[in-house]
């Protein structure tokens, strides 16, 4: 089996300085990752659920060489990131988007605010051209080209900063809290953009996020607690586990509790129900 992005025992420890009155600095060590094990598969969508603190955004971090690791192994497309004169190759495949939108944007204009990347990676103009008219085609920004991202709502300029990733061509894409600052029009539109990108493109899809019904539509679940991999699964399996899940203080899709409250009142439901759509559909069948 090939795997994207694999991590054997992935260690990671944040150094702080400490400096207290009158003594000299001493330097502090803050685990983040515990050991942590993954896989994901090329072309995998996979979503990442744990509370604040769980080390979510330092695993990002290594997917594309923001942090190396403080111990451990981890490879992407196969390439160790030891291998340090591969680091390019790596961050040249992995596109990252973070939670806040302004933080992302450079350019006074879309279309050159989506060539940026681009244009760092070497690519010659008339390649860019086309790739930012593909790109901003992708994401429905098309009609926005020549507008100024200043007036764009939240959704618009996650899904501008997403096209920029795509100017690049990457194999994998790594969203952190993409949706957090968004509105539920905004959050819907980035969803729809990734899980278009995933399905159509075949780009591998690591989203990080705390909304459970956005992992709902994931292929695969990994729930993080204090830097380890606490859970993992598809949606059905990872929300079945209602109580594991509220013990490290996530919750679990409405549909998911609804169906299991009905499921210990006798009611003959499925496992797996996560959609109000499928939960409708079951009962139905029940008559
Ligand atoms: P999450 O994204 O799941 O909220 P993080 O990866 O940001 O978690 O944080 C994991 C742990 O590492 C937390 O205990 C956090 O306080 C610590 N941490 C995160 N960033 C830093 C940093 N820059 N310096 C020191 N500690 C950090
Ligand atoms: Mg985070």
Known sequence: ??????????????????????????????????????????GEFVAVLGHNGSGKSTLAKHINCLLSPTAGTMWVKGISVADEERIWDIRSSVG?????????????????????????????????RKRVDEALASVGMAQYAENPPHFLSGGQKQRVAIAGIL????????????????????RREVMNVVKKLNREEGITIIFITHFMDEAAQAERIIVMEEGKIAMEGTPGEVFAQIAPLKAIGLDVPQVAEIAAGLREAGINLPQGLLTVDALVEEICRLR
């Open 167 to 186: 100017a690049m061509r990457p194999d994998i894409i790594v969203l952190d809290e993409p949706t957090a600052m968004l509105d539920p029009i905004g």
């Open 1 to 42: 089996m090939e795997y994207i992005v694999k991590t054997e025992n992935l260690v990671f420890e944040y150094k702080i300085q400490v400096q207290t009155e009158g003594e000299e600095a001493t330097t502090e060590t803050e685990a983040a990752l515990n050991g942590v094990d993954i896989a994901v598969k090329k």
């Open 96 to 128: 990252m988007v973070f939670q806040n939108p302004d933080n992302q944007i450079i350019a006074t204009i879309v279309e050159e605010d989506v060539a940026f990347g681009a244009e760092n990676l070497g690519v010659p103009p008339a390649e860019i």
